[in-house]
Every structure is written in structure tokens, then in C-alpha cells.
């Protein structure tokens, strides 16, 4: 385990106020990522995954606790500076694929690189390796209305890939794909660490996810109950997904 | 991508309601175009035509003369309020006036065509007026003759010339013979019909001896010349007298109110086809609340989700300026035309007249002033809806379904 660490939370806490009273979403958590690895994020509708995982992409802040990511401590960032942080150092994969509807598929994935104020040629090239390398390279000029949810997905994690991120975070990126196409986004996910060694946070529900993770974390009611090493997660692979309640 | 394209195809996407949109934008400024046109050439028209109405500072006439619109031009024309040709030398003779002449307008037929007569002193009267601007040959001489000028439409229209011979007289028949001497530029079509002939040969036609009709003054120094018409008025009994400038403040007055009341109604028109935009705006920014979300969190800065939504409202703006400036010019001309139309048409001197003054001007300054507001309430209408695009919080916008 020579990998840096890419992702430092600590003692994390999150409240969100109903009316009167304040609700814990997050409240103390601890998690340590390193470069290349892949870690899941599990546990019941509720538990705080997307809570937790929207502040280490800097869109949401923490009530306590201190989150560190490729070095820069994000309590000390500006809005300002936070937005530049969410556009250099991370890329977000959603459970609808959130491609940009008017775009085509380059379009989307030169998105980030025009914001970080690319220039066009640069920007339409590298738009157009990523492309090939998620495997969409015949399908450059199409709009997301004419593509399958795989494709959609696959774009998305071209345009998360753009800006060369520290971490890809990934809220149910299986959510809404059938086992085959989250099939594919796993394996992809997965080569793509190889390659590269780019670093994933995943939350899921989906057996076929966790199976792949190196390791996953169990959240309940805003900490983390345990933590499951890769063996037991893969067998949880060819379950009905049901059957992740054992886990949580 | 720039904010600009992908603007534009957000506007394209939901067509039907952008055409909505624009339209309302389109109708208030073609209507302030449309307004702003007519009072504008109507201004510069009804101008003009004082001028030449009245071609010197101070006019003076019979204080029995009617006035009102129709009744004081139609009066010029009549005879039995004129004036004892004594008054001219009178008038002369008193203080800070320059010169004077008088004038004698009446009808007549020249060539078997109606005209209108203006027997005139031809040594004070370019001293005393803007004179005549003559096209060809001469204006007419000092001595006593039969001479004759008229304006180039009529000498176009009766095929004459300088130097041609023509009948002159009371009756469509008969008549004396006189010669044109000269013709001169008629530059509105109230001239179109004038024949400049001696005052005593028209003072003989007209049957008015020792009468004229008007007397024009000039004044020096100019500035003086509403004091002096002051003292005309006061010293020299049963008479009216009429500065160019208090008529010309007068118009301007009233055309001024014109273009305050267009511009209101047009302004209004502009403001529901703003409130319209900003409608709009809010409902595409709601719709879009999750795409809003994606865009901050994939990097984009507040400022950029800004700009966006204030290009919608920009091209919406520029679109809807573009369109209401062609529509509000096509329908300028259309109007001027209906009314030069009329005037061809033979609905006589009155209908022309009437459709010389109605003509819309098109400056370059009135088009851009158009664009300008289509995009600026465009813009403006923008800013709220923008605005609230650019602060969502990324976190809870992604929530939304
Ligand atoms: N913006 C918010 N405002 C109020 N409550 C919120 C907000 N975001 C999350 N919560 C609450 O925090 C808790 C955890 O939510 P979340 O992190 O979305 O759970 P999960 O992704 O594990 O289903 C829930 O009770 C949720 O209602
Ligand atoms: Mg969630």
C-alpha cells in the first residue's frame, strides 16, 4: 500500500434542519481512499451515502469534521475556489447519467474542458480520445435522447475522466442500467483504474458494484457500521439484490 | 461551448414556447418603431411646411381671419380678409422692422387650370421673406411687365417652360397673356400649384385693388423678431400677426406630446412582452433545476450559470428586437405608402397634403434605438430568473427530479 492517499475524511458530521430540529444525515465519519482504489459505499435509502459523498465533491459543506482530497483541505475553499476544485479534482457519475440534453456526446464531454477554458481544437481532441476509450467512438455527434442508458453512462464517465480528476465519484451509477450495461460500467470502471490508476467512491445498492470494489462501507443512520473486504463482497455477484440487506 | 450555443439551442429545444416569448418582445418594439417613425417624419414634415406657409419671421393678416387647422390655410386664399396696402408702408416704417412686403393671394386659372395667385412686390419681396428658390431663369423683375414664375410641378405637369407664353386670368377661359420668366423648386406639394405674378397685375385679377392679403416682415436683429411682432400687433389696428417660431413651438409642442403618448402605449407593449421573457425564464430555470445542478457540480462557476441563462434572455432580446424593427419598418412603409397612395389617387389637395405630413421617417438612430430596447428588456426581464439559476445550491438541485 504504497498508493498516496487521495481522499482524507475525518470525524465528519453532517445536520439538516426539519423545521425546528436538526437531523443527522452524517455524524462522524471516518474514511481514509487511496490512489486507485476502488471503494464502495453501501446501506440502507437514508444512511447518509449521497450526504457523504456530495462533500467530498465539494457541492455540499460539513457541519464538523474536516475532508481532505489530493491534499487541498476543503474547509478552507471560497465558493469560488470550491468551484474550481469540483472542475480540476473531481468527476461526478449520477444514477441518470445528468448529460446535458441540448449537447452530443462530445459536446458533454468537452463541457469541463471549455469551463477550465480549454481551447476548442485541444479540447475536441481529448473530448474525442475519452470518447474512444469509454468505447463510444461512433457515437461522437449523437444527442443523449439517441443513445441507451449504457452509452449515456459510458459518456458521463468520459466527461468525469475530462479534467484528469483526483477522485470519480460515482452516486448509484447502476442505479438505472440493466445487469449487462452495469456489467460493462464495472468492468470499464475497473480497467480504467488499471490503466490509470484513477481513484473511485461508489455508492450503491447493486451486488454487481460492490462485487468489484476493493473494499465497501457499510453506513447506517449517518456512521459506519462496518467495513466489507473485497472477497465477501463478490459474493454477494451473482445474488438477487435483495439479498444486500446481509451486508448492511 | 460557449454560454451563446448553448443558449441558443435551449431556446430551440423548446420552440413554440421561445416563439411565444420572442413574440412579445417583437409586437412592443415594432409598435414604439411604427410610433416613433410617424411622429417623428410627421415632425419633420409639419416643420417643413411652416416654413414654407409662412416664408418670412412675421406674418402678418386681417385679424378677422379665421383660424383653426383647415380654416387659416383655406383663408390665405380668399379674398375679403385683406388688408389696405397702406399697412405695408406703415408696418416698414416702424422701428427694429428690416423690410416688409405685402402679398396678395387669391385663385386664378392659368391655362385653364386652377392655380393658386400670389401677386407679390418683387423689389422688397426678398428682402422681407426667404425669397423664392428659383430653379430655372429668373424670379421676376423690378419693372412693371407681364411675368410670370411658377413652381417646376406645375410647369412639369402643363408641359412649360421658361420662356413659354401663357394665359393668365379670373375665368377657366380667357385671360391675359404673360410669360414665364422663371420656375422654382416647390419642395412640398402646398407649393405645387403656386404662380408668382407682379402685385398690381394680381391685385387686377383677383379684382382687390390697393388689397393684399399678407404682409411678411423681417426682422433685425432675428431675435428680436417676437417683440417687434409685439408691437406690430399693438400699434397697428385690425390685424393679426404670426411668428414662424410660435407656430413652429406650438407644433413641437403638440408633436412632442404625440411621440410622449406613442412612446407610453409602445413602452407598455415592451413591458408585458418583458414580464413575458421573465415568465418564461422562470419556468425554463425551474424545469432545468437538475441540469442547473450538474453544471455546478461538474465545475461550472456561478458567474457561468449566469451567463448562460442571461444569453437566453439576450438572444431572446436580439431575436425579437431584429424582427420587431423589420416588422415595425415594413409597416412605416406600408402606411406611407396607403397614404401617398391616396393622394395619387386624386382625392385632391387636402388628401396630399395630409399624406406629406403622415410620412414615417426611419432613421438609423430609430433603428438601433428599437434593437437596443427589444435586447435591453430582454436582458433586463433575464436577470431575476438568471440569477436565481446561478445561486441554486448544487446539493439540493440534484435532488430534484
Ligand atoms: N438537503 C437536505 N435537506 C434536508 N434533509 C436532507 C438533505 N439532504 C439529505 N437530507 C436527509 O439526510 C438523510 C440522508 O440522506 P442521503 O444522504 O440522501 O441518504 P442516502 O443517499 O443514503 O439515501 C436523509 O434523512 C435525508 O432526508
Ligand atoms: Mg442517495
Redesign the interface.
Given at each position: 500500500m504504497s498508493d498516496p492517499l487521495m481522499v482524507e475524511v475525518r470525524g465528519l458530521a453532517r445536520e439538516y434542519r426539519h423545521g425546528d430540529f436538526p437531523v443527522a444525515a452524517l455524524n462522524g465519519v471516518d474514511l481514509a481512499v487511496r490512489r486507485s482504489e476502488i471503494v464502495g459505499v453501501v446501506g440502507p435509502s437514508g444512511s447518509g451515502k449521497s450526504t457523504l459523498l456530495n462533500m467530498i465533491g465539494g457541492i455540499d459543506r460539513p457541519s464538523r469534521g474536516s475532508i481532505v482530497v489530493d491534499g487541498i483541505e476543503l474547509g478552507r475553499l471560497d465558493e469560488r475556489r470550491l468551484a474550481e476544485y469540483r472542475l480540476k479534482k473531481v468527476g461526478f457519475i449520477f444514477q441518470f447519467y445528468n448529460l446535458i440534453p441540448t449537447l452530443s456526446a462530445l459536446e458533454n464531454v468537452e463541457l469541463p474542458l471549455s469551463l477550465a477554458g480549454m481551447d476548442k481544437r485541444k479540447r475536441i481532441e481529448r473530448a474525442r480520445s475519452l470518447l474512444e476509450r469509454v468505447g463510444l467512438e461512433a457515437r461522437l455527434d449523437h444527442t443523449p435522447d439517441q443513445l441507451s442508458g449504457g452509452e449515456q453512462q459510458r459518456v458521463s464517465v468520459a466527461r468525469a475522466l475530462s479534467n484528469d480528476p483526483a477522485v470519480i465519484l460515482g452516486d448509484e451509477p447502476t442505479g438505472d442500467l440493466d445487469s449487462k450495461s452495469a456489467e460493462a460500467l464495472m468492468e470499464l470502471i475497473v480497467s480504467l483504474r488499471d490503466e490509470q490508476k484513477t481513484t473511485f467512491v461508489l455508492v450503491t445498492h447493486d451486488p454487481i458494484v460492490v462485487a468489484r470494489c476493493d473494499r465497501s462501507l457499510s453506513l447506517r443512520d449517518g456512521r459506519v457500521v462496518r467495513e466489507i473486504p473485497k472477497g465477501e463482497g463478490s459474493r454477494f455477484a451473482d445474488s438477487q439484490r435483495a439479498t444486500m440487506d446481509g451486508l448492511y | 461551448?460557449?454560454s451563446l450555443s448553448?443558449a441558443s439551442?435551449?431556446l430551440r429545444?423548446r420552440k413554440a414556447r421561445t416563439i411565444l416569448t420572442v413574440s412579445g418582445i417583437v409586437v412592443g418594439v415594432a409598435l414604439i418603431m411604427v410610433l416613433l417613425a410617424l411622429t417623428e417624419g410627421t415632425a419633420t414634415q409639419t416643420n417643413g411646411l411652416i416654413r414654407e406657409i409662412l416664408p418670412a419671421q412675421v406674418t402678418i393678416v386681417n385679424a378677422t381671419t379665421p383660424t383653426g387647422s383647415g380654416a387659416g390655410i383655406r383663408a390665405l386664399f380668399s379674398s375679403g380678409y385683406n388688408l389696405n396696402q397702406s399697412t405695408v408702408a406703415e408696418i416698414a416704417g416702424l422701428g427694429g422692422v428690416y423690410a416688409a412686403t405685402g402679398q396678395l393671394s387669391s385663385t386664378a386659372y392659368l391655362n385653364g387650370q386652377t392655380v393658386l395667385l400670389a401677386g407679390i412686390d418683387p423689389s422688397s419681396y426678398p428682402l422681407a421673406t426667404n425669397g423664392l428658390s428659383i430653379q430655372s431663369g429668373t424670379s421676376l423683375s423690378t419693372a412693371p411687365s407681364d411675368q410670370v414664375v411658377i413652381s417646376d410641378t406645375l410647369a412639369g405637369q402643363l408641359s412649360i417652360s421658361v420662356g413659354s407664353r401663357v394665359t393668365l386670368g379670373p375665368n377657366s377661359t380667357g385671360g391675359a397673356p404673360y410669360t414665364v420668366v422663371g420656375t422654382f423648386s416647390s419642395s412640398t406639394t402646398f407649393l405645387d400649384r403656386s404662380v408668382y405674378i407682379p402685385l398690381s397685375n394680381a391685385q387686377g385679377i383677383a379684382g382687390e385693388q390697393g388689397k393684399v392679403s399678407e404682409v411678411y416682415v423681417k426682422v433685425v436683429p432675428q431675435e428680436n423678431a417676437s417683440t417687434v411682432a409685439a408691437e406690430i400687433q399693438d400699434k397697428v389696428a385690425g390685424v393679426r400677426v404670426v411668428t414662424s417660431t410660435n407656430i413652429a413651438t406650438a407644433v413641437s409642442s403638440l408633436t412632442g406630446t404625440l411621440t410622449t403618448v406613442f412612446a407610453v402605449i409602445g413602452f407598455v407593449a415592451l413591458l408585458a412582452g418583458g414580464f413575458g421573457v421573465a415568465n418564461t425564464m422562470i419556468m425554463s430555470v425551474a424545469e432545468r433545476t437538475?441540469?442547473i445542478?450538474?453544471?455546478?457540480?461538474?465545475?461550472?462557476?456561478?458567474s457561468?450559470v449566469l451567463k448562460i441563462f442571461i444569453g437566453e434572455a439576450f438572444l431572446i432580446g436580439v431575436v425579437g428586437g431584429a424582427a420587431g424593427v423589420a416588422i415595425g419598418a415594413a409597416t412605416s412603409l406600408l402606411l406611407s405608402s396607403l397614404g401617398g397612395g391616396a393622394g395619387a389617387g386624386g382625392l385632391g389637395r387636402g388628401a396630399r397634403l395630409f399624406s406629406g405630413v403622415l410620412a414615417p421617417a426611419i432613421t438609423p438612430e430609430l433603428v438601433l434605438l428599437s434593437l437596443a430596447l427589444g435586447i435591453g428588456v430582454g436582458v433586463v426581464a433575464g436577470i431575476y430568473p438568471a440569477w436565481r439559476a446561478s445561486r441554486m445550491d448544487?446539493?439540493e438541485a440534484?435532488?430534484h427530479v
Amino acid at each position: 500500500m504504497s498508493d498516496p492517499l487521495m481522499v482524507e475524511v475525518r470525524g465528519l458530521a453532517r445536520e439538516y434542519r426539519h423545521g425546528d430540529f436538526p437531523v443527522a444525515a452524517l455524524n462522524g465519519v471516518d474514511l481514509a481512499v487511496r490512489r486507485s482504489e476502488i471503494v464502495g459505499v453501501v446501506g440502507p435509502s437514508g444512511s447518509g451515502k449521497s450526504t457523504l459523498l456530495n462533500m467530498i465533491g465539494g457541492i455540499d459543506r460539513p457541519s464538523r469534521g474536516s475532508i481532505v482530497v489530493d491534499g487541498i483541505e476543503l474547509g478552507r475553499l471560497d465558493e469560488r475556489r470550491l468551484a474550481e476544485y469540483r472542475l480540476k479534482k473531481v468527476g461526478f457519475i449520477f444514477q441518470f447519467y445528468n448529460l446535458i440534453p441540448t449537447l452530443s456526446a462530445l459536446e458533454n464531454v468537452e463541457l469541463p474542458l471549455s469551463l477550465a477554458g480549454m481551447d476548442k481544437r485541444k479540447r475536441i481532441e481529448r473530448a474525442r480520445s475519452l470518447l474512444e476509450r469509454v468505447g463510444l467512438e461512433a457515437r461522437l455527434d449523437h444527442t443523449p435522447d439517441q443513445l441507451s442508458g449504457g452509452e449515456q453512462q459510458r459518456v458521463s464517465v468520459a466527461r468525469a475522466l475530462s479534467n484528469d480528476p483526483a477522485v470519480i465519484l460515482g452516486d448509484e451509477p447502476t442505479g438505472d442500467l440493466d445487469s449487462k450495461s452495469a456489467e460493462a460500467l464495472m468492468e470499464l470502471i475497473v480497467s480504467l483504474r488499471d490503466e490509470q490508476k484513477t481513484t473511485f467512491v461508489l455508492v450503491t445498492h447493486d451486488p454487481i458494484v460492490v462485487a468489484r470494489c476493493d473494499r465497501s462501507l457499510s453506513l447506517r443512520d449517518g456512521r459506519v457500521v462496518r467495513e466489507i473486504p473485497k472477497g465477501e463482497g463478490s459474493r454477494f455477484a451473482d445474488s438477487q439484490r435483495a439479498t444486500m440487506d446481509g451486508l448492511y | 461551448m460557449s454560454s451563446l450555443s448553448m443558449a441558443s439551442r435551449n431556446l430551440r429545444r423548446r420552440k413554440a414556447r421561445t416563439i411565444l416569448t420572442v413574440s412579445g418582445i417583437v409586437v412592443g418594439v415594432a409598435l414604439i418603431m411604427v410610433l416613433l417613425a410617424l411622429t417623428e417624419g410627421t415632425a419633420t414634415q409639419t416643420n417643413g411646411l411652416i416654413r414654407e406657409i409662412l416664408p418670412a419671421q412675421v406674418t402678418i393678416v386681417n385679424a378677422t381671419t379665421p383660424t383653426g387647422s383647415g380654416a387659416g390655410i383655406r383663408a390665405l386664399f380668399s379674398s375679403g380678409y385683406n388688408l389696405n396696402q397702406s399697412t405695408v408702408a406703415e408696418i416698414a416704417g416702424l422701428g427694429g422692422v428690416y423690410a416688409a412686403t405685402g402679398q396678395l393671394s387669391s385663385t386664378a386659372y392659368l391655362n385653364g387650370q386652377t392655380v393658386l395667385l400670389a401677386g407679390i412686390d418683387p423689389s422688397s419681396y426678398p428682402l422681407a421673406t426667404n425669397g423664392l428658390s428659383i430653379q430655372s431663369g429668373t424670379s421676376l423683375s423690378t419693372a412693371p411687365s407681364d411675368q410670370v414664375v411658377i413652381s417646376d410641378t406645375l410647369a412639369g405637369q402643363l408641359s412649360i417652360s421658361v420662356g413659354s407664353r401663357v394665359t393668365l386670368g379670373p375665368n377657366s377661359t380667357g385671360g391675359a397673356p404673360y410669360t414665364v420668366v422663371g420656375t422654382f423648386s416647390s419642395s412640398t406639394t402646398f407649393l405645387d400649384r403656386s404662380v408668382y405674378i407682379p402685385l398690381s397685375n394680381a391685385q387686377g385679377i383677383a379684382g382687390e385693388q390697393g388689397k393684399v392679403s399678407e404682409v411678411y416682415v423681417k426682422v433685425v436683429p432675428q431675435e428680436n423678431a417676437s417683440t417687434v411682432a409685439a408691437e406690430i400687433q399693438d400699434k397697428v389696428a385690425g390685424v393679426r400677426v404670426v411668428t414662424s417660431t410660435n407656430i413652429a413651438t406650438a407644433v413641437s409642442s403638440l408633436t412632442g406630446t404625440l411621440t410622449t403618448v406613442f412612446a407610453v402605449i409602445g413602452f407598455v407593449a415592451l413591458l408585458a412582452g418583458g414580464f413575458g421573457v421573465a415568465n418564461t425564464m422562470i419556468m425554463s430555470v425551474a424545469e432545468r433545476t437538475r441540469e442547473i445542478g450538474t453544471l455546478k457540480a461538474i465545475g461550472a462557476r456561478s458567474s457561468q450559470v449566469l451567463k448562460i441563462f442571461i444569453g437566453e434572455a439576450f438572444l431572446i432580446g436580439v431575436v425579437g428586437g431584429a424582427a420587431g424593427v423589420a416588422i415595425g419598418a415594413a409597416t412605416s412603409l406600408l402606411l406611407s405608402s396607403l397614404g401617398g397612395g391616396a393622394g395619387a389617387g386624386g382625392l385632391g389637395r387636402g388628401a396630399r397634403l395630409f399624406s406629406g405630413v403622415l410620412a414615417p421617417a426611419i432613421t438609423p438612430e430609430l433603428v438601433l434605438l428599437s434593437l437596443a430596447l427589444g435586447i435591453g428588456v430582454g436582458v433586463v426581464a433575464g436577470i431575476y430568473p438568471a440569477w436565481r439559476a446561478s445561486r441554486m445550491d448544487p446539493a439540493e438541485a440534484l435532488r430534484h427530479v
